[in-house]
């Protein structure tokens, strides 16, 4: 497990911004646009489109084609992902890693671009599971202060850092449609975060690989090539679902399928992220989110202490479909110190 080491973006890098599943900019260029300028203004980044950036139906081939361009240009310093989609499993494994191997970039996104990243991480590739365009810098009247924070980190700095537990968090989006213009000036409402979930007394040192789980368990249902189980006994599991609101079931399930698999039973530790518990089609209450977030917690614990009873599972975690959110490490050092609750991760 040798990753490469890749270079930080400076003031005034060009970046390329991708859709390699749903090209968001087509159905929202408002938002897009609003996202372009916070990197421009915020970051002093240059954003380039690609051709299939925003182009609604594009093909396979056709991302494809514009994944292997941004990594081929010299001239993009890393590559930005508008969102996420549900068919990066279909093509993905049809990439040829050369392109990747001999241009390795830092590369930015989640949910489905979970196919993209572990192909990187069988080449040697680390990534950052997080910080999409349209998810993190097009919000509402500003950034979350505690998002900018990691994503600085992320483009900016380099060596070990402690993580925090955010204080508050939203995942309602009730009244922030992206159909309408106005609610990007529009600010979110906070609850109060519960903080880190932790259960496990052992300390340890692992390399992040895992992402969304709903994407994990088509890796596993179409046969597509994942770490090896020497390779687990190094890695500490990143996990997270998405914005459909899987049930405690199914979650179950998933995590029972890696148990059979041999890798819960030799993983380093386990970070799993706040779960999103709200959706424009799936409104529940404050009540009925934390019923849900509940049940998703203890299907985990069930699930994972099957297999392993010592290995440190921390839930809660700001990363994934989330807001405030990390851009984690993905094919990086985390360390975990059980004794003093700490984190730590090598951005």
């Not at 998810?135 to 500003?142: I, L, S």
């Amino acid at each position: 497990m040798n990753f490469v080491k890749l270079n930080k973006l400076k003031k005034g890098d060009k970046v390329a911004i991708l859709s390699p599943s749903f090209a968001a900019p087509g159905k929202w260029p408002h938002v897009y646009e609003f996202g372009l300028e916070r990197l421009k203004e915020v970051f002093g980044l240059e954003p380039v489109e690609f051709p299939t950036t925003k182009k609604l139906g594009a093909s396979k081939e056709e991302r494809m084609a514009d994944l292997v361009a941004a990594f081929e240009d010299k001239n993009i310093k890393a590559i930005i992902t508008t969102l996420g989609g549900d068919d990066q499993v279909t093509y993905v494994k049809n990439l040829s890693k050369e392109p990747f191997t001999s241009n390795p970039k830092p590369f930015f996104g989640y949910s489905d671009n979970t196919h993209f990243m572990n192909f990187l991480w069988l080449n040697g590739i680390p990534s950052y599971y997080g910080a999409a365009l349209f998810t993190q810098f097009a919000r509402g009247d500003k950034m979350d202060d505690y998002t900018l924070e990691y994503i600085k980190k992320a483009f900016f700095e380099e060596g070990e850092f402690e993580i925090m537990a955010s204080n508050t968090y939203n995942d309602v989006s009730l009244g922030h449609s992206w159909d309408d213009p106005k609610n990007l000036g529009r600010a979110r409402v906070y609850d109060p975060n519960d903080g880190w979930i932790w259960d496990g007394d052992s300390s340890a040192v692992g390399i992040t690989w895992g992402g969304c789980l709903e994407s994990i368990d088509e890796m596993l249902r179409h046969n597509i090539q994942i770490p090896t189980l020497d390779d687990f006994k190094d890695i500490t599991l990143l996990l997270e679902t998405s914005e459909e609101i899987p049930s405690a079931d199914y979650v179950f399930r998933v995590l029972r399928a890696l148990g059979e698999r041999g890798i819960l039973e030799r993983i380093q530790a386990i970070l799993v992220g706040r779960p999103k518990a709200w959706e424009f089609d799936k409104q529940l209450d404050s009540e009925q989110r934390r019923i849900y977030k509940v049940a998703q917690r203890e299907a985990i614990s069930r699930a994972v202490r099957q297999y392993n009873k010592t290995v440190p599972v921390i839930q809660n975690i700001d990363f994934g479909h989330t807001d405030p959110q990390i851009p984690f490490p993905f094919g990086k050092i985390v360390r975990i110190d059980s004794t003093q609750k700490k984190i730590r991760v090598e951005f």
